[in-house]
């Protein structure tokens, strides 16, 4: 069964730092763009960042760039958010996603295909 799986989220004050990873089981998220996408209360879902293997690219929403970094593990099969600088704007849902439509794909969040596979989030709070 393919499933995505987040963790990592929490509480962190303003300035802090979370990492968040999305664990990937059924399938080999190598060679998927792999997307985080953010949900605070009241708003709608927003891509955070991507990454993608097929040209080795990233791509960040502004609000977080300069904060923020994916990265991937292949061996843990897992793709990883650092969140650093934290703000109290960055309280939200974090999802990780992907599909077959992200397949070999450049990373672009602008124009990435809706994905078919989320994970059930994690929870983002940061206070002060």
């Known amino acids: 069964q393919v499933s995505l799986a987040e963790s990592g989220g929490g509480l962190a004050q303003p300035g802090g730092s979370l990492r968040l990873s999305c664990l990937a089981s059924?399938?080999?998220?190598?060679?998927?763009?792999m997307v985080w996408f953010r949900q605070a209360p009241g708003k709608e879902r927003e891509g955070v960042s991507c990454?993608?293997?097929?040209?080795?690219?990233?791509d960040y929403a502004d609000s977080v760039k300069g904060r923020f970094t994916i990265s991937r593990d292949h061996g843990e099969n897992t793709v990883y958010l650092q969140m650093d600088n934290l703000k109290p704007e960055d309280t939200a849902v974090y999802y990780c996603?992907?599909?077959?439509?992200?397949?070999?794909?450049?990373?672009?969040?602008?124009?990435?295909?809706?994905?078919?596979?989320w994970g059930q989030g994690t929870l983002v709070t940061v206070y002060s």
């Open positions: 990454s993608s293997t097929a040209d080795d690219t990233t």
């Open positions: 996603a992907t599909g077959l439509d992200l397949i070999g794909i450049t990373c672009n969040l602008a124009s990435v295909p809706y994905p078919g596979v």
């Open positions: 059924g399938f080999d998220l190598d060679i998927y763009t």
